[in-house]
Each structure stands twice: as C-alpha cells, then as structure tokens.
C-alpha cells in the first residue's frame, strides 16, 4: 500500500460518474496479475470506502481483447481513452464501480474450467449491476438466469427488481413475487423483508385485506355455485331429489369447508378447496351431482375475483417501480 495522488479526472458519460475523493484521504492496492496481458494494456482504477470512511483505490491491469467481446461498449470507451493518454499507470481510467463488483465482471469474463466463476447471490449481483451499466447482453443474461435459478425469497426478488428497474429482463419477477408475498400472512413476514419491500408493503397488505373479504363472501355463498339442474343432466344421472342435494351440499359446507376459508392465517387455496372437496362424504348428494359440479369447478383455475385482485396488485407494484406494462410473463418463470 502506498500513498497515490488524485487521478487526473475524465468525463465518463457513457459508463456513470467517476467517483473521486481527496487524496490525502486515499489508499491504493495495484492488481496486475490475474489479468494482465502483453499486448494493449490499459489501467483501470475502482474505489471503495473502508469502515472508517476511507476510500480505497484498486487497479487493474486489463488486455483490451478479453473486454471486446463480452463488454464492447467499455472496450470502445478504453480504446478512447488510450488515444488519449490515459488508461495508464500515471494516469488510469477511473470506472464507477466498487472493487469487488468490477473483480466479479473479470471473474466472469475469464471463467474457465480450472478457475471457475464462483455462482452465489453476491457475485451475481455485482456481475448485474456492473454489465447493466456496460451494457453487456452476455453478462446481464448471465446474472438473471443465475439469480433465478438460486430461487431467492419472493421480497429479495423484489428488491432486486427495484434495485434493477431499468432492466427489461427482471420485470418478469414482479408477478410470482406478488402472487407468492400476499398468500403470505402478514404476520410472517419478518421486519427484514418488509424493508426489502418497503415500497410495495402497503399494497400488499391491502391486497390481503381484499382477499380476505373475498373468501369471507365465498364461505358464506357455499362458493356462490349451485349444483347441476335437472336439464343438464342425462336421463341415466337423473337425480329426482336434487333440491335435497342442494341442501344437503350447503350443510356440509357450512359445517365443514366454510369455515376453513375464513383461517387468515393460512387460507385454503383454489387447489386445496377441490382437493379438500373431492375428499369430503357428501352422504346426502347424488354422487352424480357431486361429480359434475367438482368437473365444472376443476375447469376454473381460482376463486371468482381472485385474478382481478392479484393482477391489480401486480400493476400497482409495477407503477411503483416505474415498470412499463408488459402483459403476462413467460410460462414458467423462475423465482
């Protein structure tokens, strides 16, 4: 370590503001070795605070060839930067980027089979941020499918995509996010991620307010449906009491489904009702009416007025992270 003057300074339009602080505040660690080349160098400079509010400057050594194909927009911006004087050991390009976040990019521009790119939460996250600010397609796909794949808590996934907003490849996440955060109770949801949601809590609570009263008007209709008539049935399922039916459907219901629609604290899903349905003695109903009403039911995939309220939801939070819309996601996405 050594005591390095201020970098002479270099306007940076095309990768974000230089980060400069005073010299006597300074401290400087050179890397030259793991990625240093014999032909076209150029000397990059990064800067991060230490505990005490120090700034710590690192250099980099880098072979022009290894960025042209994975970060061209930087390649071009250095080969500028050479043409005029600068990218040297007197006088290096200073990046917007903390050390460990640019060291993440190298790492995963010189990954090979004897020094792999090590896959975790962090470094993906440094390898996005430092490719959406280079514009580097390969990285920023690289780092999405990446952090999909480790499957994160729905709130980090959301605070990636306020993180990242900027990035068409992330919108995606919102949707499953929501759709898994107001199944939730409120009550589970530790003070952690509520930070991490900050932004988006307030609809989330009032989505589950919503939902609740839903269920509580599904609890009491005896899921607001009747059983089949008797001019939808055929001649053989004939059921010659089906009032009877009725009545005796709406008495199981209310003694022994209702009542477990209004359990806010883990609320049965549109699945676990048919399940719960398919499974429950209705000794009263013709077995052919109960049949064809768990068929008709099986055909709708929720409640009625769910999917209003979670893509209402799912459209509030996209407003709140300036997302434009973008209609439904892939099938399948990864959260």
């Known amino acids: 370590m050594t005591d390095h003057p201020k970098p002479k300074s270099r306007s940076t339009e095309d990768i974000g503001s230089q980060m400069l602080v005073d010299k006597a505040e300074c401290k400087i660690s050179v890397n030259v070795g793991d990625f240093y080349n014999n032909n076209h160098m150029v000397v990059i400079q990064t800067q991060e605070i230490d505990e005490t509010g120090k700034a710590i400057y690192s250099r980099f050594k880098l072979h022009l060839s290894s960025l042209e194909l994975h970060a061209p927009v930087l390649a071009n911006f250095l080969t500028q930067a050479l043409d005029s004087v600068e990218g040297t050991e007197e006088n290096p390009v200073i990046l917007p980027f903390t050390t460990p976040e640019f060291t993440c990019f190298l790492d995963w521009i010189h990954d090979r089979e004897w020094r792999p790119f090590k896959i975790t939460e962090e470094s993906l996250v440094h390898l ?53 955060l107001i199944q939730r109770p409120l009550g589970e949801i530790t003070n952690s991620e509520a930070q991490q949601i900050a932004a988006a809590y307030p609809t989330i609570a009032r989505t589950r307010e919503n939902i609740q009263h ?52 883990k609320p049965l899903t549109y699945r676990e009702l048919l399940e719960l349905l398919q499974n429950t003695d209705f000794p009263k109903v013709n077995p052919s009416c109960k049949a064809r009403m768990l068929n008709w039911l099986s055909r709708k995939t929720d409640y009625p007025g769910m999917k209003e309220l979670v893509e209402e939801a799912v459209a509030s939070i996209e407003d709140i992270y300036h997302l434009p819309r973008r209609g439904p996601a892939p099938e399948n996405p990864k959260v």
């Open 214 to 265: 839903l269920l509580t008007q599904v609890s009491q209709r005896s899921f607001a449906l009747k059983l089949a008539d008797k001019d939808q049935q055929e001649e053989a399922d004939l059921c010659l009491t089906h009032k009877e039916c009725q009545k005796a459907w709406k008495s199981i219901w209310r003694e022994n489904i209702g009542y477990l629609l209004l359990d806010f604290q």
């Open 128 to 180: 996005l941020r430092v490719s959406s600010t280079l514009k580097a397609e390969d990285g920023i796909s690289y780092a999405v499918s990446g952090l999909e794949s480790l499957r994160l808590p729905s709130a980090q996934m959301l605070q990636l995509v306020g993180d990242f907003h900027r990035l068409p490849e992330v919108h995606y996440w919102v949707g499953p996010a929501v759709k898994d």
